[in-house]
């Protein structure tokens, strides 16, 4: 059978080989966040499991909400295995389609609300989506619009949803459209996929992480405990929840956990102040600009946060210094270094407990095996730099890509992050740099080659080669080296090219730099490693 129904990860095994030792062993959770929203319901319907701006809603309300939106899915014609696709910010609406896409057996595709038709176009073009919610509009940006563009491009996408806007098609008359009908749900795996979630590749193309029900759950619990979140206490979700930390801490962990998420719109440090003090949140998972942001507005009010307690810190270059600066701004937080990908969310739980090695490492290791291998994968010296391999209960079942996954995945079931580091005695990670061809922005990570594809199209650009740069803020910025065909093209030109191509904002280079000739090996291929000392040197000499 091959229709636009089938996903194009039909090919994967349930459970996948690599997690058939976890299957077995009885380490996962067999209950979807379904059969757990039910549960918590029961025990206690009036709870408050979201807070988005000035709403509220109850354990009782987000299920019911949930199991209208589920009736109108299924009058729609979405059946269990339809990938349905949400591109909605911190909204308490992602946390009711997500729960709703549980519950009908749906496939979820988070995608973060800085993508553009481009991006958009591949992922649900890739993931064969039938259904998209998209905010109406957000930040000035008319996301209705640009999904009606994409629409037209692909055939299986047969519903575009807005989120807030008006209609028969909005969310908001979905769901009462849904406490009409009559929705019966339908027998969930909890081994089966439940989530794609695009993360980009160092060759461009997007791959798609597939989840099932149990694997985030296992490292939401394990986090849960290692960093004493207790069951009713509530947490500041900034990260974008179509992300997999704000996706997995801020929609699941309420459900997974019995916790509380405060979610934000849009990240404001000073706000955060406000929301942490208003509801007695005890911490976060967020990326290091955030922390950052959060220490200086701390000291700027005089306000040390007694009630915060962690602050997990990742997804972007971690200065040495920042861990005990930031501690140092409040009373009872202790910020640490966290490690993991879409791919194995949170190999290392950080060290809230140990404030050097919280600083000066990137974390335990917990629940997962660890491997550091050498070029020809052979295990390196305990202390010595390699590739970091893992493997755990955690893990994605694959990519939606079956050669993505061959190539990403070990015979004996370890993923191949890309990553360099060591492994202390102590069993904590430390990244020392990247195999990937990666730029890790604010969190986010962003593909090298897919910004040159779009610069070796402009008329004056014979050669391009992007690389990371340090960035104060987001950790790393993005720089393109540039041999011009010709007269040089202005960087304001070439900035408009990139933006004109469709590319989120966030991938116009910062800095454009015009040289001869790149550095290259003998076989021509160009030297990223030089490049990026070579900007950390010009950027040093401006700073002095």
């Known amino acids: 059978m091959n229709d636009r129904r089938d996903p194009p990860w039909a090919w994967l095994d349930i459970p996948a080989p690599h997690q058939r030792p976890f299957a077995d062993s009885g380490v996962w959770d067999s209950r979807t966040i379904a059969d757990l929203a039910i549960e918590l319901t029961a025990a206690d319907p009036g709870f408050v499991a979201l807070i988005d701006g000035e709403s509220t809603m109850t354990r009782e309300q987000l299920l019911v ?75 000035g940006y008319d996301f209705a619009t640009m999904a009606g563009r994409v629409r037209a491009s692909l055939p299986s996408l047969e519903h575009v949803f807005t989120v807030r806007g008006e209609g028969a098609d909005d969310y908001a008359a979905l769901v009462a459209e849904g406490r009409h009908g009559n929705f019966r749900r339908p027998q969930v795996d909890p081994l089966g996929v439940k989530m794609v979630l695009y993360t980009s590749g160092t060759t461009g193309r997007p791959k798609g992480v597939l989840h099932s029900h149990v694997t985030l759950q296992r490292i939401l619990r394990m986090s849960a405990a290692h960093w004493g979140i207790g069951q009713g206490e509530a947490t500041l979700m900034p990260s974008p929840v179509t992300h997999v930390s704000g996706y997995a801490n801020g929609l699941e962990m309420p459900l997974v956990w019995g916790t509380r998420t405060v979610l934000m719109e849009s990240w404001n440090a000073v706000a ?3 929301l942490i003090d208003r509801y007695g949140l005890i911490g976060t998972v967020a990326a290091t600009p955030f922390l950052v942001e959060l220490a200086a507005a701390a ?54 407990d140990d404030p050097h090695l919280a600083a000066t490492t990137d974390g335990a290791v917990v629940d997962y095996a660890v491997r550091i291998v050498d ?39 370890y993923f191949r992050t890309g990553d360099l580091g060591v492994l202390s005695p102590e069993g904590a990670i430390t990244v020392t740099g ?40 987001l950790g790393e910025g993005i720089c393109a080296y540039v041999i011009a065909d010709g007269e040089p093209p202005s960087v304001a030109d070439l900035a408009r090219h990139v933006a ?44 002095d």
């Open 299 to 352: 000291r700027a009010a005089g306000n040390r946060l007694p009630s915060f307690r962690f602050f997990a810190c990742g997804g972007a270059a971690v200065p040495a210094d920042l861990i005990p600066a930031a501690s140092a701004a409040f009373d009872n937080c202790r910020p640490f270094r966290v490690f993991g990908a879409s791919e194995v969310p949170l190999v290392t739980f950080g060290w809230p």
């Open 65 to 139: 909400a949930a199991e209208a939106l589920s009736a109108a899915l299924s009058a729609r014609g979405l059946r269990p295995g339809d990938v349905v696709a949400f591109q909605v910010p911190n909204w308490g609406e992602a946390a009711v389609i997500n729960l709703a896409a549980a519950m009908s057996g749906l496939v979820v595709n988070p995608i973060v609300p800085i993508y553009r038709d481009h991006e958009v176009m591949q992922m649900l073009g890739d993931c064969r989506a039938r259904a998209f919610f998209v905010a109406s509009s957000f930040r």
């Open 272 to 274: 955060a102040l406000e």
């Open 500 to 543: 004109d191509s469709g590319l989120a904002k966030q991938k116009i280079p910062e800095l454009f730099l015009f040289v001869d000739d790149f550095p290259r090996t003998a076989s021509g291929k160009i030297r990223k490693d030089m490049l990026r000392e070579d900007v950390k040197r010009r950027l040093g000499e401006v700073a």
């Open 434 to 473: 990247r195999k990937k061809d990666l730029i890790i922005r604010g969190g986010e990570n962003i593909s090298a080659k897919e910004i040159e594809d779009v610069l070796h199209a402009h008329g004056r650009v014979r050669e391009a080669s992007v690389v990371a740069m340090p960035h104060d803020r």
């Open 375 to 413: 070029a020809d994968d052979r295990d390196v010296a305990a202390g010595l730099e390699g590739e970091i391999l893992a493997r755990g209960p955690g893990m994605m079942m694959g990519y939606a890509d079956q050669s993505q996954t061959a190539e990403a995945i070990t015979p004996d079931g």
